[in-house]
């Protein structure tokens, strides 16, 4: 029996260079995805520090997650076909 990856639906915010804030609402991996902790995350091959983790979700398995955002694409593709998703990687700053 392989071992189930955990993660949770985590809200992130992070400072930018003229004084705003951003926000992203993703998934963590159990590990990172911890109130205070502060992460990198990698997006189209390049890494963004400073991304603050302000509130965390409940723990869902990797299974259930990959449904999710099966569904959330499936529907995205449908009413919005120009939107593409972008993948996330994670690392613990």
Known sequence: MSKTS???QCVLTRKTSSG???KETT???L???KKGNYLSLK???K???????????????SEKVEAMQYEYTKH???TLPMIQPTSLQ????
Request: no cysteine; charged share 30%; aromatic share 16%.
């Open 76 to 78: 995205r593709i449908t």
């Open 6 to 8: 955990m993660y949770r």
């Open 20 to 22: 705003g804030k951003m």
């Open 47 to 61: 890494w963004e520090n400073g991304w603050l983790v302000e509130s965390t979700g409940k723990p869902v398995s």
């Open 90 to 93: 994670f690392s613990l700053k």
């Open 31 to 33: 590990k990172y995805a």
């Open 27 to 29: 998934w963590v991996p």
């Open 43 to 45: 997006r189209d091959k």
